[in-house]
């Protein structure tokens, strides 16, 4: 059993586990071990709140399919077991991120001083750009 927030847990036996070809550089290693992981995670096991479904939706991205499968595809690591817990994290982490509510942005009003410290900057600018015409006045 996996906790991913305080109310939320997953089975373990609910995330699909196989073990693929890594891709990349490696060696002879890479072409007869299948050592990335490949999981996959079906949410609609999950009983989310609806805004905390559209976050996950916005941050799995492409790894979510039209089915709504996320599949995480791990070959960071040399063997399977390190690959195995590395796609495991980062479905926690994804799922995590996702429960977590975006604190709304409350509107602040700028202060006396910054407004009067942003007025005098503007006079010195002001100033200085006046400074660079040269007027003449000949009689």
Do not use: C, W, Y
Not at 29 to 36: E, F, G, H, I, P
Not at 61 to 76: E, F, N, P, S, Y
């Amino acid at each position: 059993m996996l906790r991913i927030a305080r109310d939320l847990t997953i089975e373990e036996n609910d995330l699909d586990i196989s073990f693929v070809r890594a891709s990349g550089p490696g060696g002879q290693n890479v072409n007869k071990l299948s050592t990335a992981a490949q999981l996959r995670f079906d949410t609609r096991r999950l009983s989310l709140p609806a805004d905390a479904q559209a976050r996950l939706a916005r941050l799995a991205g492409q790894r979510l399919t039209k089915d709504g499968v996320i599949v995480i595809h791990a070959q960071r690591f040399r063997t399977q077991e390190r690959n195995r817990s590395d796609a495991i994290e980062r479905l926690v982490a994804l799922l995590a991120e996702a429960m977590e509510r975006p604190t709304p942005r409350r509107p602040t009003r700028p202060t006396a001083g910054s407004r009067q410290r942003r007025l005098e900057g503007k006079k010195r600018r002001s100033d200085i750009k006046a400074g660079r015409s040269a007027r003449r006045f000949e009689d």
